[in-house]
């Protein structure tokens, strides 16, 4: 017994993602792309709202900024 007999078809082995249909389903969420890590600290790209608070942050738009949740809107 010196070579593993099991399943050794070359090249059919499982793709990762394989499942399903289209590429594969990225983990990336909304909210981490609000965040940018620079060394050992996280910086927030997005104005969070200062009604919601931190933690809500600013969908923001051509001139200006809002917040999904209350609605507030700001001017840039
Ligand atoms: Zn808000």
């Known amino acids: 017994m010196a070579a593993p007999a099991k399943g ?3 090249g059919a082995k499982p793709a990762a993602g394989a499942k399903g ?3 594969a389903r990225k983990a990336s969420s909304k909210k ?3 965040y940018e890590v620079s060394g050992d ?3 927030r790209k997005n104005k969070s709202c ?3 608070g931190p933690g809500v942050f600013m969908a923001s738009h ?3 900024v809002t917040c999904g949740k209350c ?3 700001e001017k840039r």
Request: charged content about 35%; hydrophobic content about 15%; proline content about 14%.
């Open 62 to 64: 051509k001139d200006r």
């Open 32 to 34: 981490a792309s609000c």
């Open 8 to 10: 050794g078809k070359p």
């Open 71 to 73: 609605g507030y809107m």
């Open 41 to 43: 600290s996280l910086k």
């Open 50 to 52: 200062p009604k919601c």
């Open 21 to 23: 249909k289209g590429p």
